[in-house]
């Protein structure tokens, strides 16, 4: 027999979180270190011009590309988490996903060498395969390494949250590595530079080697994942839930508190769909905002736009700690906040991040379009701060949240609807970006800061009753 049982799959640890946890973490830094450097040079690359190695699309264009294909990257995980549910299980589905994801990755690396005339919404044709590698891959990849981590652990157990905290900590290791090491590669290393009024400058970017870089970044995780997976993660995730002899088990109707409990993942997803559309704003408007009219000087130095990509990240991994410790010290003493509330704060927290770019529009003397007007760094990294806080409060524990309510044969799929919200988010995300430079940053920043505050508000007053209707497990 085949047997789904966390508990007796995974090896055991006498103490602290089972080994499997730091395998997951590591394969997960190296598949969010491919991700995000490409991410972060994705929005340049596609803005800037064919002169200066990019693709030379209009911003306002670039940033509904950018916004459709980072939504569609959370689509594919519903897709993909059911197939491991009913037939492949998840262990495999992450060596499809990752796979084909590095293979991605290589077309984009190709890209300059396979220039060809514009194939799809001005994008050449290696250019449009190397997205939907990325697509396709990410969606059997992301929900079923969620998936596995929630599986090392029994219900109950008051470690669940830290561990999901901790794997967070994982993608942000790799997330903020990533663009240090491929924005370097594109925007110095392999950059031509010229000099303008005493201003170095880059003439050409070598975005091409990013992307390879982010591809070698891909191969790495997958290697360590199946190499180090059989002895530390045992029989987890090997199987998916259909195969279990038990054929009542899987054919049994769901009941009315696991019917609640999924009724909670949906309404949640609802509201967390503003916060994401807020939150990606970094990858787009608040690229091309710190592109013009952040002053990136500091010593002398003029900092890659790309590396920015890097603040929320490592913001993440120096207070991630700390914050899986707070949650875990108030559940022992019986002062826990619910996941609703940890998750309305999340969203009130990104707000009151966006009121310093609110704050950094208003340095400059508004929206006004000369770029010799810079404004601080520091309302910049302000906004991060905010942001990674609000992260902190809602993404891990969504992650938790999905794995504790959903019931075991459809955890796989469930955590794939909770990627819905980043999907509509992420396409959202991208038509609000589009807007900036029509209405003007002041008015954009001003709205995301207002709109997400008053959900986040509205979250945390029916926190009680979504509590109830998690049924303990909340």
Same mark, same amino acid.
């Given at each position: 027999?085949?047997?789904?049982? @966390?508990?007796?799959?995974?090896?055991?640890?006498?103490?602290?979180? #089972?080994?499997?946890?730091?395998?997951?973490? !590591?394969?997960?830094?190296?598949?969010?270190?491919?991700?995000?450097?490409?991410?972060?040079?994705?929005?340049?690359?596609?803005?800037?011009?064919? /002169?200066?190695?990019?693709?030379? +699309?209009?911003?306002?264009? @670039?940033?509904?590309?950018?916004?459709?294909?980072?939504?569609?990257?959370? =689509?594919?995980?519903?897709?993909?988490?059911?197939?491991?549910?009913?037939?492949?299980?998840?262990?495999?589905?992450?060596?499809?996903?990752?796979?084909?994801?590095?293979?991605?990755?290589?077309?984009?690396?190709?890209?300059?060498? =396979?220039?060809?005339?514009?194939?799809?919404?001005?994008?050449?044709?290696?250019?449009? /395969?190397?997205?939907?590698?990325?697509?396709?891959?990410?969606?059997?990849?992301?929900?079923?390494?969620?998936?596995?981590?929630?599986?090392?652990?029994?219900?109950?157990?008051?470690?669940?949250?830290?561990?999901?905290?901790? !794997?967070?900590?994982? +993608?942000?290791?790799?997330?903020?590595? @990533?663009?240090?090491?491929?924005?370097?590669?594109?925007?110095?290393?392999?950059?031509?530079?010229?000099?303008?009024?005493?201003?170095?400058? $880059?003439?050409?970017?070598?975005?091409?080697?990013?992307?390879?870089?982010?591809?070698?970044?891909?191969?790495?995780?997958?290697?360590?994942?199946?190499? &180090?997976?059989?002895?530390?993660?045992?029989? $987890?995730?090997?199987?998916?839930?259909?195969?279990?002899?038990?054929?009542? %088990?899987?054919?049994?109707?769901?009941?009315?508190?696991?019917?609640?409990?999924?009724?909670?993942?949906?309404?949640?997803?609802?509201?967390?769909?503003?916060?994401?559309?807020?939150?990606?704003?970094?990858?787009?408007?608040?690229?091309?905002?710190?592109?013009?009219?952040?002053?990136?000087? %500091?010593?002398?130095?003029? /900092? #890659?736009?790309?590396?920015?990509?890097?603040?929320?990240?490592?913001?993440?991994?120096?207070?991630?700690?700390?914050?899986?410790?707070?949650?875990?010290?108030?559940?022992?003493?019986?002062?826990?906040?619910?996941? #609703?509330?940890?998750?309305?704060?999340?969203?009130?927290?990104?707000?009151?991040?966006?009121? !310093?770019?609110?704050?950094?529009?208003?340095?400059?003397?508004?929206?006004?379009?000369?770029?010799?007007?810079?404004?601080?760094?520091?309302?910049?990294?302000?906004?991060?701060?905010?942001?990674?806080?609000?992260?902190?409060?809602?993404?891990?524990?969504? &992650?938790?949240? %999905?794995?504790?309510?959903?019931? #075991?044969?459809?955890?796989?799929? =469930?955590?794939?609807?909770?990627?819905?919200?980043?999907? %509509?988010?992420?396409?959202?995300?991208?038509?609000?970006?589009?807007?900036?430079?029509?209405?003007?940053? =002041?008015?954009?920043?001003?709205?995301?800061?207002?709109?997400?505050?008053?959900?986040?508000?509205?979250?945390?007053?029916?926190?009680?009753?979504? !509590?109830?209707?998690?049924?303990?497990?909340?």
């Amino acid at each position: 027999m085949q047997t789904t049982s @966390a508990v007796q799959e995974q090896p055991i640890a006498k103490q602290g979180h #089972p080994p499997g946890l730091y395998l997951l973490f !590591f394969t997960e830094m190296w598949e969010r270190f491919s991700y995000y450097g490409m991410r972060g040079l994705l929005m340049l690359y596609l803005s800037k011009t064919a /002169i200066q190695g990019g693709l030379g +699309i209009d911003a306002a264009s @670039a940033s509904l590309i950018y916004g459709y294909f980072t939504g569609f990257v959370y =689509l594919t995980p519903i897709l993909g988490g059911w197939l491991a549910d009913k037939y492949i299980g998840q262990r495999r589905a992450i060596l499809i996903g990752g796979l084909t994801m590095a293979v991605g990755q290589f077309f984009l690396f190709m890209q300059p060498a =396979l220039s060809a005339d514009a194939f799809f919404f001005g994008l050449p044709w290696p250019t449009v /395969i190397g997205l939907l590698l990325l697509i396709l891959g990410n969606g059997f990849f992301k929900p079923n390494i969620s998936t596995i981590v929630g599986k090392l652990y029994a219900q109950g157990d008051p470690r669940r949250d830290a561990a999901f905290t901790i !794997f967070y900590m994982g +993608i942000n290791t790799g997330a903020f590595i @990533a663009p240090l090491v491929c924005g370097y590669l594109a925007e110095d290393m392999f950059a031509t530079k010229t000099v303008v009024d005493g201003v170095e400058q $880059v003439a050409s970017y070598g975005f091409r080697y990013g992307f390879l870089a982010a591809g070698i970044g891909m191969l790495l995780g997958q290697l360590a994942f199946n190499l &180090l997976g059989k002895k530390y993660l045992g029989d $987890v995730g090997m199987y998916p839930e259909g195969q279990n002899e038990d054929k009542t %088990v899987a054919k049994a109707p769901l009941t009315k508190e696991e019917t609640d409990r999924m009724a909670v993942i949906f309404i949640i997803t609802l509201f967390v769909v503003f916060f994401w559309a807020g939150f990606e704003q970094a990858g787009s408007s608040l690229t091309l905002y710190t592109d013009k009219y952040i002053n990136r000087e %500091v010593a002398g130095f003029l /900092i #890659p736009t790309s590396w920015f990509q890097s603040v929320n990240a490592g913001f993440i991994v120096l207070l991630g700690a700390p914050v899986a410790a707070l949650w875990v010290n108030l559940s022992r003493k019986g002062k826990d906040l619910s996941i #609703p509330v940890k998750m309305g704060l999340g969203m009130v927290l990104l707000g009151v991040g966006f009121l !310093f770019m609110v704050g950094a529009v208003l340095e400059r003397g508004g929206d006004v379009a000369d770029q010799t007007i810079k404004a601080s760094i520091l309302w910049l990294l302000a906004t991060y701060f905010f942001h990674t806080i609000g992260e902190l409060c809602l993404s891990p524990v969504g &992650l938790s949240m %999905v794995s504790r309510l959903s019931p #075991p044969t459809l955890t796989s799929m =469930l955590m794939g609807v909770w990627f819905l919200a980043p999907f %509509v988010a992420q396409i959202a995300g991208g038509y609000i970006a589009s807007y900036v430079e029509e209405l003007g940053a =002041l008015k954009v920043f001003g709205l995301i800061a207002g709109f997400v505050i008053l959900a986040g508000l509205i979250l945390i007053a029916i926190a009680k009753k979504l !509590f109830y209707m998690m049924h303990g497990r909340g």
